[in-house]
């Protein structure tokens, strides 16, 4: 079912439809290397064996992570002879320094059109001097229409589909394959080629694919949060925003989706981030309680874990929010990055040892344990920077609100303005 020109690919009508770029591209015989970016299945190898197929240029096609240097010299060769080789390069974020060193003059020189294909970031994972000399283009996952009309159009294609069968695909059976492999399309096509062949015909002759056979076919389904795909930052990203911005039913659908990948550490790492980041000061016992419940979600695994990080995630989303304590510390880490503050004041240096005394170390320190409710007013931050304020209180809750009342104290006690 690959599509032999870009007429007959289906989606991704950003790109190859009419009057679009690589259309374009094609018509006026302009081709230039690209990166086709995107969640599997999509229509990355599509694309470019369309556009070889547009163009009768050859067409090769290679893994970056498998295939050796020896394989792109045999790809090299052929364009010499030939004048232009299309190369399809899957994984092309796996291609080495060895290959890439061996590939660039050829990209250079236009004998070679690459067209890497990628699940992941070209922008952060794609060295520099590739990305440099190709056009980079995402591709997003099919709608559930192109999806459909793609599968009846293999039921019906007798030469490279389904159609010298006599399939009778149930709309309900229909809809799940669609749904369930959630926007890529060849693991639809290949749920559908085992339905249908591991299916018996019945007394008419006819093979008849019901909602139970297809959800047994596509078992694995294709989720967004596939853990080997740049789709899953996504959803952890998602997960992160859904949680700061209080929408409980957002939160737990992306939290669904990294159970379903089966990834404990990167939703338990993310929720004590979270909890500390998003939640923090202003609900402090909830930051705590999330880090109680990934312990028991590490310790039970899936699919009980499911339950505390549920819960987890609940409380978190309807928690007051805070964002201080990170905001004070990255204030605190710019100040220092500026350099120029100065020394600690003599009386906090250490004074442990002998001799220290004679520097002035620890002279005039005084003890805050010694003082009417174990405080006292002195000076702990370098002179050069004596008045700086990292933390700026939220009153959001109740437990940050108490703290805001204390620093609001304190600053009043030594006559410190607080900053706004």
């Known amino acids: 079912m690959r599509p032999t020109k870009l007429e007959d690919i289906v989606g991704q009508q950003h790109l190859v439809g009419p009057g679009k770029i690589i259309s374009r591209m094609v018509t006026a015989k302009m081709l230039s290397s690209m990166i086709l970016y995107g969640p599997p299945g999509t229509g990355k190898t599509s694309i470019a ?135 890529d399309l060849r693991s639809a096509l290949n749920g559908l080629e085992l339905a249908a062949k591991s ?111 549920a819960d987890a995630v609940i409380e978190l989303c309807l928690s007051p929010k805070s964002d201080s304590g990170i905001s004070a510390v990255d204030a605190a880490i710019a100040r220092i990055k500026k350099g120029n503050f100065g020394d600690v004041p003599a009386h906090l240096k250490d004074a442990h040892y002998k001799g220290a005394e004679k520097l002035g170390h620890g002279v005039d320190y005084q003890f805050p344990h010694n003082f009417e409710n174990d405080w006292v007013q002195q000076q702990y931050l370098p002179d050069k920077i004596k008045h700086d304020q990292y933390y700026l209180p939220k009153t959001n809750g109740r437990f940050e609100a108490a703290l805001a009342n204390q620093y609001q104290q304190l600053l009043n006690a030594q006559g410190i303005k607080k900053k706004k």
């Not at 050829?106 to 190709?134: D, K, Q």
């Not at 997003?140 to 294609?157: F, G, H, S």
């Not at 007394?203 to 853990?227: N, R, Y």
């Open 199 to 309: 299916t018996p015909q019945n007394e008419a002759g006819q093979i008849v694919l019901t909602l139970p056979i297809i959800e047994e076919s596509v078992q694995h389904k294709a989720l967004s949060a596939d853990k080997d795909g740049d789709a899953h930052y996504d959803v952890i990203s998602a997960f992160q925003k859904s949680i700061r911005g209080s929408d409980v039913d957002a939160a737990l659908h992306y939290l669904a989706r990294l159970v379903e990948a089966g990834d404990l550490p990167i939703i338990a790492r993310r929720l004590m981030v979270i909890a500390y980041e998003d939640i923090g000061l202003a609900n402090m016992p909830a930051a705590n309680r999330a880090v109680t419940a990934v312990m028991a979600a590490e310790k039970l695994g899936f699919p009980e874990a499911r339950i505390p990080l």
């Open 49 to 183: 064996s369309a556009i070889a197929g547009s163009t009768k240029y050859a067409f090769r096609m290679l893994n970056a992570a498998t295939d050796s240097k020896k394989d792109l010299q045999i790809v090299a060769e052929e364009a010499k002879m030939s004048g232009t080789v299309i190369l399809l390069l899957d994984e092309i974020h796996r291609l080495d320094k060895t290959k890439q060193d061996f590939l660039l003059p050829h990209l250079e020189s236009g004998r070679i059109v690459l067209i890497g294909a990628t699940t992941e970031n070209p922008y952060i994972s794609i060295n520099p001097a590739i990305r440099s000399r190709t056009q980079i283009f995402q591709v997003y996952p099919l709608t559930e229409a192109e999806m459909t009309a793609a599968v009846q159009r293999a039921l019906k294609d007798s030469k490279n589909g389904l159609g010298k069968l006599d399939i009778d695909l149930k709309p309900e059976a229909l809809l799940q394959l669609v749904r369930a492999t959630n926007g």
